[in-house]
């Protein structure tokens, strides 16, 4: 929709600018040849049929938009069946199994899955974020992070998940940031070595978030927010996780900065003043 809106307010102003030309000759015919005041009508006559050229033109992507918004929410709403008898199962089984090895790997499965259902309602998060307006609310952030990293340290036991959290109650888009923070903890596991540290840090001011991998070149951090650039292609993802969390940032008015060096890791900052309590 915010697309649809961008394309008819340029084509909008294209016709303006066609208008404005029209108006000076007319100006011109007015003060040379004394031609009435009746040219003022028109003037409106024109911006008329210039609103209604444009709604015109951008009708077909308007269509376009209802069409694709109503497909994802039907796809959503099929989503949930699926979903639910995944986690139905699961407890069925967890119920006939007592060997502790099988035991871990449901636990896997379950946290999984229960990742799955959080990126179904993100998507639900973004088409609400798209279309309607998405409140803000006061929160821990200590609270949130806490749990995250412990689904990581569940998931992902591979990894040393370290972190100092001072408790810190925010104003902001909750759903926005806990998802802000899930990308932030999945590049760095993606992008560290086995065994390596992901620390994670929140004071008073600021929440850090930093691991031990590849690490980036300055070229890498040129295009760092840039959507589908990865500094990988060998790694799984579209590469648009960074630019959603630069959007959030932005939308929220937290400053981001990123610290990385070729093979010594990377750090995310993000600065919090504007959303604390």
Not at 49 to 74: C, F, G, T, Y
Not at 173 to 193: C, H, I, M, Q, T
Not at 224 to 235: F, M, V
């Amino acid at each position: 929709m915010k697309e649809f809106n961008e394309h008819f307010l340029t084509a909008l102003f294209f016709n303006f600018v066609l208008i404005g030309a029209l108006v000076g000759g007319v100006l011109l015919s007015i003060t040379y040849f004394g031609l009435g005041t009746w040219l003022f009508f028109v003037f409106a006559a024109l911006l008329g049929v210039s609103w209604i050229l444009a709604r015109h033109a951008n009708e077909p992507l308007s269509q376009s938009a209802k069409v694709m918004k109503q497909l994802v929410r039907d796809n959503l709403h099929e989503l949930n069946m699926p979903l639910s008898s995944i986690d139905a199962n699961l407890a069925m089984l967890k119920k006939s199994i007592s060997v502790p090895k099988n035991l871990k790997r449901l636990d896997r499965i379950n946290t999984a899955s229960l990742m799955l259902r959080e990126r179904y309602e993100e998507v639900e998060y973004t088409l609400k974020a798209e279309f309607d307006r998405v409140e803000k609310e006061e929160f821990l952030l200590d609270a949130l992070l806490m749990k995250q990293i412990e689904r990581y340290k569940e998931l992902f036991d591979g990894y040393t998940f370290k972190y100092s959290l001072a408790p810190l109650m925010v104003n902001a888009d909750k759903r926005g940031f806990s998802r802000v923070v899930d990308n932030l903890l999945s590049n760095a596991v993606k992008y560290s070595p086995k065994q390596s540290e992901i620390m994670v840090t929140l004071d008073s001011e600021k929440l850090s978030i930093a691991d031990n991998g590849i690490g980036m070149d300055e070229f890498d951090l040129l295009h760092l927010y840039e959507r589908y650039y990865q500094s990988d292609n060998n790694k799984t993802g579209m590469g648009i996780g960074l630019s959603l969390v630069k959007r959030y940032c932005d939308k929220e008015k937290i400053v981001i900065s990123i610290d990385s060096k070729k093979n010594q890791g990377t750090t995310v900052n993000l600065k919090l003043g504007h959303i604390k309590r």
